[in-house]
């Protein structure tokens, strides 16, 4: 599920997601949700959850921040880079779990090459979900996920760039195939 208050990201990802019916698109706030199992985080590095959509998630499950970092210290010695996903308990058994998600090593514009880390970071969030999956526990398995927009607050990215980013590691996660040589790779691949 993509959530978002952004009716301009909103559409762009209807267009965008349109191929891909097990998605939905939801314009609003992901505290008005109310069934989901893992909320993104669209983060930075260090797990400061201070402004933003992040602000929003340490006031609806308190807390969060203190573990979001200390499975941050734990799993990446203190600096979770971009292109990573990890699964932090919430704390809240309606929605169990949290996908910090860094989409920018520090709140900063996401322009030129670094609008790839859109990319980066849903591919990971979506890698991290399937991977918390197979671990067999079919009671703490994750059925629903609410993303909101990656990159398009903090990081400005264009609302129609950030769809077409987020769709494209969508797709290719849910279909994944091997790349035998370099040739084989579109533009949007490089």
Known sequence: MLVDPQSRLCEAWRKEFAEYPAVTVVQGYFED???FDCLVSPANSFGIMD???DLAISR???GI???VQELILQKFYGYQPVGTSLMAPTGDPRHPWLAHTPTMRIPMPLSGPLTRQV???MWAMLCAVAAHNRQGDS???IHVVACPGLGTATGGVDPTVAARLMATAYGRHIEPKIVSAWRLLGQQDL
């Open 51 to 53: 402004g933003g959509v």
């Open 60 to 62: 609806f499950f308190p």
């Open 139 to 141: 009671a703490a398995e």
């Open 33 to 35: 949700l109310e069934n």
């Open 119 to 121: 990319y980066e970071s």
């Open 65 to 67: 921040q203190d573990r």
